[in-house]
């Protein structure tokens, strides 16, 4: 289900979920059993106008280790500027923010980012940085490719694979740096449902089969909420809810009815 077809009006406006004590930072540091924390953080462009245009408003989130949370919100949310802030592709104008490292940024169109001709060589692309031997560099790429359930494409020229094979192949690049943190863009945008949900099911399974993994999901679809340990809710460069995937759920479609309610009242 699309949410850009939710329309923020203040007519509308239900009781905020607050950040359950758990999860909320007390501190500035880093408390230990968050992968993630933000805040107070803001961003803005600067128009061709001069003019300052904020795109994040005072964003405050945590996010716990070895989990799977889902950030969702209509079209023009903030929720990509807010992911490429934690990736450190984006510096805040504002706030404070904390990810555990390394993390791993995976972009919507997996052809961006799977560039080698095999699966083998673009999962170990990454890796040329590091100083490992050959045999480390092949246990990693193995490793990660079993992870996410590509080990028997490891010879296969990524250009026959599909949407969702080169998700993957992404995803266990990442992996086999030893990310941390996995910043995952709407990787289902493109994909058909199998694709979708093997996608889906392979974060799931590497959070399952890997310790203290934590993956952080843009995402327009409500269904792939079902999969998630936890949710962020954004509207208007603001997070309006942060909280268990039932409750961001309801809050979501009580959103719709209203709109749809108001449209044809």
């Known amino acids: 289900m699309n949410l850009s077809s939710i329309t ?3 007519a509308f406006q239900l009781p905020l979920l607050p950040i359950p004590q758990s999860h909320a930072s007390r501190s500035c540091g880093l408390v230990e059993n968050l992968a993630i924390e933000c805040q107070s953080l803001s961003y803005s462009v600067t128009t061709k106008q001069g003019k300052s245009k904020p795109i994040l408003k005072d964003c405050s989130l945590s996010i716990p280790s070895g989990q799977l949370w889902m950030l969702l919100g209509p079209n023009g949310s903030g929720k990509s500027t807010l992911l490429k802030i934690l990736a450190g592709l984006l510096t805040p104008s504002e706030g404070f923010f904390r990810v555990k490292k390394p993390r791993g940024f995976v972009f919507q169109n997996p052809d961006h980012q799977v560039v080698m001709p095999t699966v083998k060589d673009d999962v ?4 040329s940085r590091f100083n490992l031997t050959y045999d480390e560099i092949t246990s990693r790429v193995e490793k990660a ?3 996410v359930g590509m080990y028997e494409y490891l010879q296969r020229p990524v250009q026959t694979l599909s949407g969702g094979q080169k998700q993957r192949v992404a995803i266990a690049g990442a992996l086999a740096e030893k990310c941390k943190v996995l910043l995952l863009d ?3 945008t493109f ?3 199998t694709d979708q949900v093997g996608v889906i099911k392979a974060v799931k399974s590497t959070l399952a089969s890997s310790e203290g993994i934590t993956a952080l999901w ?5 269904e792939e ?3 998630a340990e936890g949710a962020v809710y954004m509207e208007e460069g603001q997070v309006v809810m942060h909280g268990d995937p039932p409750t961001i759920r309801g809050f979501i479609e009580a959103r719709q009815a209203a709109y749809i309610k108001q449209i044809y009242s």
């Open 225 to 227: 909420l079902e999969y």
């Open 8 to 10: 923020s009006t203040s």
């Open 124 to 127: 170990a692309f990454g890796l």
């Open 218 to 222: 843009v995402t327009h679809r409500l």
């Open 191 to 193: 994909l058909d449902d």
């Open 186 to 188: 709407e990787l289902t």
């Open 145 to 147: 490719l079993d992870a």
